[in-house]
T-cell receptor
């Protein structure tokens, strides 16, 4: 399957600081990327959808000023958690949808996730 | 969005077929059924998807009932590495919205 990477794989930060998480599609172009959050023993919750070159669409209840999403190219999206607090500690997972080359049109692939711990 | 219902957990003996059911009674005609799985602390892994015909790939088979209100994912010869949470998702438009999934435990 297609490869989606995330960096960093884990991060620990102090309360009040901002953290940036990168998501890259390594072997395909992704016009659409998605960001999910997963708390322990819970399912994935969709936070936002980002399209290359345009503003992200946030799900209800997700603060767009707190979770800044940038999708500047067909292979890179970033999620910045601003002024992080302990309740933002979670597993953040990105997903990228294949543009269509290689017979994988519209398939969606997930990154390995980033574990954020806010102290 | 169509909702799915899955049993919270299932056990399967190693080497046997694992049959994971999913109900999606409110599915509409243009909505696909997707299956993903998530091994602990990893990102979800795509398994298979279908619209109305049964599908098979190197990982699994997907059986969709004629009325499309339910489906079954079949892992033909389960191994210990197949222990994971399996998510059945009805995709509407752009989004994959995850439900609670089924915890499959493959036991030796």
């Amino acid at each position: 399957g297609a490869v989606v990477s995330q960096h960093p794989s884990w991060v620990i930060c102090k309360s009040g600081t901002s953290v940036k998480i990168e998501c890259r599609s390594l072997d395909f172009q992704a016009t659409t990327m998605f960001w999910y959050r997963q708390f322990p023993k819970q399912s994935l919750m969709l936070m936002a959808t980002s399209n290359e070159g345009s503003k992200a669409t946030y799900e209800q209840g997700v603060e767009k000023d707190k979770f800044l999403i940038n999708h500047a190219s067909l292979t890179l999206s970033t999620l910045t958690v601003t002024s992080a607090h302990p309740e933002d500690s979670s597993f953040y997972i990105c997903s990228a949808r294949d543009w269509g080359a290689g017979g994988r049109y519209n398939e969606q692939f997930f990154g390995p996730g980033t574990r954020l711990t806010v102290l | 969005d169509a909702k799915t219902t899955q049993p919270p957990s299932m056990d399967c003996a190693e080497g046997r077929a694992a049959n994971l059911p999913c109900n999606h009674s409110t599915i509409s005609g243009n909505e696909y059924v997707y299956w993903y799985r998530q091994i602990h602390s990893q990102g979800p892994q795509y398994i298979i998807h279908g619209l109305k015909n049964n599908e098979t790939n190197e990982m699994a088979s997907l059986i969709i009932t004629e009325d499309r209100k339910s489906s079954t994912l079949i892992l033909p010869h389960a191994t210990l590495r197949d222990t994971a949470v399996y998510y059945c998702i009805v995709k509407y438009g752009n989004k994959l919205v995850f439900g609670a999934g089924t915890i499959l435990r493959v036991k030796s």
